[in-house]
Structures are given as structure tokens and as C-alpha cells.
């Protein structure tokens, strides 16, 4: 099971980037995947998470209405689309998978990518 993170970059405030997620050695579909950030000197936090089978979504309150979390079994990718971004969205941004609920303990985690917000 490997989890590939990519799409970080560098952007402006309000700019937008697309993260991806691509499964490998899986295949997605009995899996929750959950996106995930660490800021500097903190604890990483959930940022959006999609269930196994219903699809169900979650999004944490700071990026409501702003990601959009996606998901493409054919492609064995989770798309993280990441809109008006601002400066307090910098963080390495990390996939994970889990064969449980997508809120409680994921199992796997990709490598991380970088998301850098200038003013």
C-alpha cells in the first residue's frame, strides 16, 4: 500500500492548486481517504476526508466552502482542489488511508507536499 501526494507549489493569496493522491498496490474504492496539514511546529490536522463507500465527506470549519475533495477510482486518485487560498493555508499537505472510519486512525500516509501561500 503507497500513497503518492502531489500538486504542492507556490501561489498567491486567493490562488488555487489541485492536490492529488494516487494509490498504488490498492485499489481505492474500500478505502477512506483523508488529506491532512502540519504547519510549523504544530500537530497535523485534518483537513478533508471522503468514506469508503457512501462517499461521505468531510471538511474542516477553516476550509469550508473553499476545498473540494474528490475522488476517482478509475485513476486510483483523491483530488484535494484548493480554492481562495491565503497565507494561513501554508503547510505540508499529507494523504492517508484508512480501511476504517475516516475518523478515527489512518493506516497509511503518503509523503507529503508543500502548499506555500504569499501575500
Known amino acids: 500500500v503507497q500513497l503518492q501526494a502531489s500538486g504542492g507549489g507556490l501561489v498567491h493569496d486567493g490562488g488555487s492548486l489541485r492536490l492529488s493522491c494516487v494509490a498504488s498496490?490498492?485499489?481505492?474504492?474500500?478505502?477512506?481517504i483523508g488529506w491532512f496539514r502540519q504547519f510549523p511546529g504544530k500537530e497535523r490536522e485534518a483537513v478533508s476526508c471522503i468514506s469508503s463507500r457512501e462517499g461521505t465527506l468531510y471538511y474542516a470549519d477553516a476550509v469550508k466552502g473553499r476545498f473540494t475533495i474528490s475522488r476517482d477510482f478509475a485513476k486510483g486518485t483523491v483530488y484535494l482542489q484548493m480554492n481562495s487560498l491565503n497565507v494561513e493555508d501554508t503547510a505540508i499537505y499529507y494523504c492517508?488511508?484508512?480501511?476504517?472510519?475516516?475518523?478515527?486512525?489512518?493506516?497509511?500516509w503518503g509523503q507529503g507536499t508543500l502548499v506555500t501561500v504569499s501575500s
Open positions: 492517508a488511508a484508512t480501511e476504517k472510519s475516516m475518523t478515527g486512525d489512518y493506516d497509511y
Open positions: 498496490g490498492f485499489t481505492l474504492e474500500p478505502w477512506a
